[in-house]
Each structure stands twice: as structure tokens, then as C-alpha cells.
């Protein structure tokens, strides 16, 4: 970015090729409901080695059919982190199910395998689902977490919209998130901050023939082509929702999705400068861990400061940034402290969470910034932590 330009903490990247793929799919026989989502849906699959990848309007709408296809509804519980995005949880509460909140490691943000554990001791009754979040794009632990699962007769259902690119090694290989390994389905977004960008997207991946049919169906009404039959009919068996991603924006999705390997790469090489950069500031100052497994595509840079031992407030150092063009975001306020669960659920104590709260805080990171503006970030956040 060209020096003294504002830094957000993440941006989608645009090139002339994308705009190029928009304007051939505007100029194309369907602007919806044609070629470019099947081509964009096979390329996706591809991408992380899934057998099945269906695209839908935007990652909320991907959680809430998975939840659908899988037949989670009304009186069924789902676990997930209280530290995620609000769409993890509410779309339990989308299908009537009850959500259990889980706490986190308070190093990585992650569900972990001893906080399922802790949660499913608290459980009011039997569990449907475990929905796990790569927070950051770090990997929980599938292989733990789906053990866990499958013990207590739950389906594994993977929030994947930070993890676009990333893998886990549980010791057998490298496998891509998104994969199926260990889960039922996977869910992803291309909002704009997102890895890859078609403004509003998503997409679900899904090993199994049936969950992706279903999925289909329920992204469109719930209608159902007959093979065979008049042209004209359809049937319908459930009801479902217009939750359809057009064809312009499966145009822009492909053309982004053959950049990815370029902005993984990029997002790396900055992890690594900013690793570097911050390491004099630690132990104030620390990168979010990364468990032994996982082989990440950054989302998110997330720092943990110790705002209390410093002295300073988070307000302050977020508007000190902001001052010098530099934006941040806290990712995420625990889900279960907000109004409408504290009314559902009561009081949580979830202390990992609490402390990830505390000391989280995201810093630009996004493949057009330059190395220099890693730099520029590192000694600002020293600066305003009194740290310089
Ligand atoms: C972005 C995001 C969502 C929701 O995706 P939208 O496309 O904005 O609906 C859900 N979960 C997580 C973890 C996200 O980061």
C-alpha cells in the first residue's frame, strides 16, 4: 500500500482479470442459476480435495443449510466456541436447536478437545453437532474433536471461513480444511475481508453424495428436478430458502480462487514478517499459537496483549493506531456474554474465552500490504504500548 494510505485489518484484492471474469458472466445468457456455479463449485471442490462443494449467498446461509441438510432442528444441541462470529451460533438457533457453548484455549482461540469435553459435562442432554471454528485460520483439532463427536453420537460440522487454504498434519499427511476428513461438512465465506472475495458468498464442502443433493435443494426453494420427467415439473418435498450465489458473483469467485495460491503465499511471507517484527515485544506482545497440526493460511493477524501488565487500555491503543491509519479489529466479543444468550442461557464462566478477550487484537492482513507496512505496524503497536 502506498505509504500513508489508512491500513483496514483485511481487504479483498481485486486485479484486472476479476474484473474481466464480472464483465464476460454480465454479458452471458444467465446472471444467475448458470454455468459459472457448477465451474466455480468443481474448481472450489478441487481446491481443498472435497468430493462435493456447493455454493450459496453468503457464509451464514452455508451454516444454516449445513445445519438443515444434516437435519439438526428444534429441541437438538450443537457445540460451539463462544469465541467465533455470531452466525456459528445463531445458526443453531436458525433450525430451533439450542446452542452449548464451549469455552477456548485462551492461547489459539480454539475449541479444543478437553473444552468439548468440559462442556459436554455441563450439558443439559445429548448433543447433534460439534461446530468447531479455525479461528484465524489456525485448525482446531479435527481429529480429537471428531473422536469426541462420534462418541457422543454428533455430527462434525467444521466454520471454515478463515481457514481457506490452510491444512492440518494429524500425523498421516497434510490434509486440506474443507476436505471431509473429519467432518460432515464444511462451511466457508467470501465476504470481502475473507481470503477470497465475491462481496456476499459462501460455500459448503461436504464428503457425502446425499448432504450435497440435500444442500442443492434447499439452496433453491427445496425444488427437485425429475430426470425423465416433463420439462416443466418439480417437486418439492421441504421447504427451502432462495439462498442461490449468481452467476457473476461464481465469476468472480473462480477468477479469485485461482489466485489463491499467490495470496496464500503472500499471507504467509507477512505472518512471518510480523512474527519477526513483534517477537521484541514479547512477553507483552504475543502472535496467537498455532497448534502442532495446523499448517495455516493466516485470516487473521491476532496478537495477545497484556493491556493490564501495560497499563494501557485496549481503547487507547486501538485509537492510537487508528491516529496513525492503521485499523484493528477484535475478533470476537464470546458469544455467549451477548444479551439475547445471557437471556436464553444464563451466566457462563468461561474463562479461556475471558482471557482471550481480554487480550486479543487483530492487525492488518491483507496481500496487497507491503513488507514496510508490517514494519510500520510493528513499531506504531510499540509505540502506543509504550514498548518503543
Ligand atoms: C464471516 C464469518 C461467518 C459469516 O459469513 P458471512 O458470509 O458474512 O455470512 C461465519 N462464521 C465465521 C467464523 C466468519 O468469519
Known sequence: MPAGSFLPYGRQDIDADDVAAVVEALGADFLTTGPRVEAFEQAFAAAVDAAHAVACANGTAALHLSMLALGIGPGDRVAVPSVTFLATANCARFVGAEVLFTDVDPGTGLMTSGTLREALERSPGP????????????????????ALAREAGAVLVEDAPHALGSAADFGDGAEAVGSGRWSSAATFSFHPVKTIATGEGGMVTTPDGDVAARLRRLRSHGMERLPGADPWLYEMREPGFNYRLPDILCALGQSQLRRLPDFAARRRALAEGYAAALAPLAPHVRLAATPAWSRPVLHLLTVLIDFEGLGRTRRRVVEALA???????????????QPYYVGRYGPLDLPGAAAWYRRCLSLPLFPAMADTDVDRVSAALSRALGLA
Open 127 to 146: 448433543l447433534r453437532a460439534v461446530l468447531p471454528v479455525h479461528l484465524r485460520g489456525d485448525v482446531a483439532d479435527l481429529k480429537g474433536l471428531a
Open 323 to 337: 491516529a496513525e491509519g492503521i485499523g484493528t479489529q477484535v475478533h470476537y466479543i464470546p458469544v455467549h456474554a
